[in-house]
């Protein structure tokens, strides 16, 4: 059965360092989507991912954010200079068609901030 | 802004009894409704979802139930067992292809064996 994937699965970084989470959707899906959950909390939206451009993003996701789909699997988010309050469980998503609303998600990506 | 809300962050039952899981919502725009389940150190995993223009849809033994006038929606689990036991996260969505997901805060389901 064809899943989302991320890579790497626990990311250990010191504040002010950029990372890049990566992810690779299911191949034959077209929205693409970021989440992320703080320990204890929701999991909450950060942005979506439609035709090679930004469809939404929350307030969460500023300008230390960003996306990208550098090739025909990859979907990537880079945070440029990490902060404290970055550790969380990053989760990429993805959506097949604009008809359904069902997402699938990755196994998440752990950034843990230092 | 709480806009999807899961009252009951944590719920007990014992194996073979039914498991009910409760949301509600306060944004009227919300048009479609998913039920997702977490293990720990996983990513959640899609369930169930049910569309505005029904009221309950169902598949095995899992059942979702809309109430719109009361912004309410459940899970029933039947019958319950041990492999159930994770968190449920309860999502809405709005109008339109493409919009995001707005995630309740989860309730953890424990199935006693």
């Known amino acids: 059965e064809p899943e989302v994937t991320q890579t790497p699965s626990h990311q250990v970084t010191q504040m002010g360092q950029e990372v890049i989470l990566r992810c690779v959707p299911i191949s034959n899906h077209l929205y693409f989507y970021w989440y992320r959950q703080i320990l204890g909390q929701k999991v909450e939206f950060l942005v979506s991912f439609y035709n090679n451009e930004i469809s939404e993003k929350s307030e969460i996701f500023d300008d230390q954010f960003s996306v990208e789909r550098p090739d025909g699997s990859n979907f990537t988010l880079k945070i440029r200079s990490t902060k404290l309050e970055d550790s969380a469980m990053y989760f990429c998503?993805?959506?097949?068609?604009?008809?359904?609303?069902?997402?699938?998600f990755g196994p998440g990506t752990r950034l843990t901030v230092l | 802004d709480q806009q999807v809300k899961q009252n009951s962050p944590s719920l007990s039952v014992q194996e073979g009894r039914i498991s009910i899981l409760n949301c509600d919502y306060t944004?009227?725009?919300?048009?479609?409704f998913l039920w997702y389940k977490k293990y720990p150190a996983e990513g959640p995993t899609f369930l169930i979802s049910?569309?505005?223009?029904?009221d309950k849809n169902e598949d095995g033994r899992f059942t979702v139930f809309l109430n719109k006038s009361a912004k309410h929606l459940s899970l029933h689990i039947v019958p319950s067992q041990p492999g159930d036991s994770a968190v449920y996260f309860c999502a809405a969505s709005g109008i339109g292809g493409n919009t995001p997901l707005v995630f309740g805060k989860g309730t953890r389901l424990s199935v006693i064996a």
């Open positions: 998503a993805s959506k097949g068609t604009v008809t359904y609303n069902e997402q699938f």
């Open positions: 049910i569309s505005s223009i029904k």
């Open positions: 944004n009227s725009m919300f048009d479609y």
